[in-house]
């Protein structure tokens, strides 16, 4: 069989493509935390950053599609598998529910988590990025920024001093100050994380790079990058919810609220 | 397990799964056994069972054994929701009866999967296993007068490593503990214990891309990486064998679809 045949069709293959795009995607979680934990700087930190994102227009796309592309694999390689091992299942004997044996709760959570992650991105989505939900408060129908310094990305100044941006710092806060959205953010990461403990782990056991020599360190290791993920996500909606941090100086809720759609 | 050294006997109720045949719908029957000796084996304590049974005239419960010392991998029950019952790394004919405690009831059912379709009562095929196993569980050798030893040099550490792949007795209780029905702690057993001696390299990567090629093919499981399989092993073959199949699997893949072929047609000669 072909290279893209056994990729594709042989249970190793689509595992294989599911490590693999799994991986992409932590990588994805990681930038995007690291990204958001500007917040806690001046406003001219995330804003310059969400100027800078859209500025980068083709190369935007690009990551957009490879993302895309990532979640669709992921996801098909999840289902094709899920329902061959269901077949694999039937059989004609007695059908006894399975009696665990060592298997984390992660690893038996991982389907149930995947499920309330991908609402999450679809609701995150439409509450951040296509201001679907929350319309009052999406960054379109927000005053403009004014940055008051450059936002430099690797020492070069990429939004200037002065520039007109959207305000993502006011949306971001406006967002998670409703109780119910910010909680179910929590819930999603704090599930998601544990998507990751399993699938981090998974990864190595994948691609054949865990041994028992050190599968004991992997565990740790994923164990601590999956509570930092959490703590790094927690604390964004976790601190507005409390009320530790607050709508940036100078905000001025917009006149007419709402006026497109 | 129970380290329980007295001779007290002891009465269980086996809950076994009965079913005349394949295209039989089954069901659990109880079955007393009283008055054993906690000394006697699991399949020694079936045995008497089945005396009672053909002394009072009904068919008597099929199971599978065959060695009873734990090597042959013939013997294949699910006990109490575990393949070969409590213990670790034993198989169901080296389970006593000192492990269960009076008054028990023990649940009894086949090792069962999709590809391991239930024959009679407890027993199942897995010819499936041996399909795998022709589709590359073997080296080409020449058949002849034995080589002479030490004449080709394997490294210890590998020759350990393969012995322990080499373990794998092939009884299925990977598949049967596995939640996907995956046979991948098997064909990972099978694929390594060959591919890690110099005389499995030359069909290596066809090797591993045939079986589990057959092994898809065959219905089996995907993997999920919950390391049940060796939790259930009666060899205690470490799931590590599976990484190693992984990656010799998709190394196979990608050398075959890259590595150059002769555009020659005939022999050397």
Redesign the interface.
């Known amino acids: 069989?072909?290279?893209v045949g056994?990729?594709f069709?042989?249970?190793?293959?689509?595992?294989?493509l599911m490590a693999v795009t799994g991986l992409v995607l932590v990588g994805f979680v990681i930038g995007h935390l690291v990204g958001n934990l500007q917040i806690f700087e001046s406003p001219d930190h995330i804003n310059g950053y969400a100027a800078f994102l859209h500025q980068l227009g083709p190369l935007l796309w690009v990551a957009r599609i490879v993302l895309l592309l990532c979640v669709g694999l992921h996801i098909w390689a999840a289902t094709v598998?899920t329902l061959?091992?269901r077949?694999?299942?039937?059989?004609?004997?007695?059908r006894?529910a399975?009696?665990?044996?060592?298997?984390?709760l992660a690893?038996?959570m991982?389907r149930w988590t995947g499920y309330v992650v991908l609402a999450f991105v679809l609701y995150h989505l439409a509450q951040f990025t296509l201001g679907v939900t929350g319309t009052a408060h999406f960054k379109e129908n927000l005053p403009r920024y004014t940055m008051t310094a450059d936002y430099r990305v690797a020492g070069f100044p990429v939004i200037k001093a002065g520039a007109e941006v959207l305000d993502v710092h006011s949306m971001v806060i406006l967002g998670f100050q409703s109780p119910l959205v910010s909680l179910f953010y929590i819930v999603a990461v704090g599930l998601l994380s544990l998507h990751l403990l399993?699938g981090l782990?998974?990864f190595?056991?994948?691609?054949?790079?865990?041994?028992?020599q050190w599968?004991g360190t992997l565990r740790k290791i994923a164990l601590v990058f999956c509570a930092a993920y959490f703590l790094g996500n927690l604390i964004i909606p976790g601190s507005v919810l409390i009320g530790a941090k607050g709508l940036r100086e100078g905000y001025k809720a917009p006149v007419t609220v709402a006026t497109n759609r | 397990m129970v380290a329980d050294n007295s001779s007290t006997p002891l009465s269980v109720t086996l809950r076994v799964w009965r079913q005349a045949g394949p295209d039989q719908p089954g069901k659990f029957v109880d079955y007393p056994a009283k008055d054993l000796s906690p000394h006697m084996s699991f399949l020694e304590m079936l045995d008497v069972v089945n005396d009672e049974l053909t002394t009072k005239g009904e068919e008597p419960i099929a199971f599978a054994h065959d060695c009873r010392e734990g090597i042959c991998g013939t013997c294949s029950c699910t006990i109490n929701g575990k393949p070969h019952g409590p213990g670790r790394g034993v198989a169901t004919c080296q389970v006593y009866m000192r492990s269960f405690r009076d008054g028990d009831v023990i649940v009894v059912e086949p090792f069962q999967a999709q590809p391991f379709p239930v024959i009679k009562d407890l027993v199942t095929d897995r010819s499936a296993f041996d399909k795998i196993m022709q589709a590359g569980g073997f080296i080409t050798v020449r058949a002849g007068s034995a080589p002479d030893a030490n004449s080709i040099p394997v490294p210890k550490e590998d020759a350990d490593l393969a012995m322990d792949a080499a373990a794998c007795i092939g009884c299925g209780a990977c598949v049967a503990a596995c939640k996907n029905a995956s046979a991948m702690l098997f064909v990972a057993a099978k694929v390594s214990q060959l591919g890690l001696f110099p005389q499995g390299q030359p069909e290596r990567d066809k090797r591993v891309l045939a079986m589990v090629g057959t092994m898809d093919s065959l219905g089996f499981g995907n993997c999920t990486n919950q390391y049940e399989c060796s939790a259930a092993c009666p060899k205690t073959i470490s799931h590590d064998f599976i990484a190693r199949m992984n990656r010799d699997y998709l190394a196979a893949s990608f050398r075959h679809a890259f590595k150059p072929a002769s555009a020659s047609t005939g022999g050397a000669g």
Request: glycine share 6%; aromatic share 8%; no cysteine.
């Open positions: 069989m072909s290279l056994n990729l069709s042989s249970s190793i293959g689509r595992k294989f598998l061959e091992n077949e694999a299942r039937e059989s004609n004997g007695p006894s399975k009696k665990w044996i060592r298997a984390t690893s038996r991982v399993h782990d998974s190595f056991q994948t691609v054949g790079w865990r041994s028992a599968s």
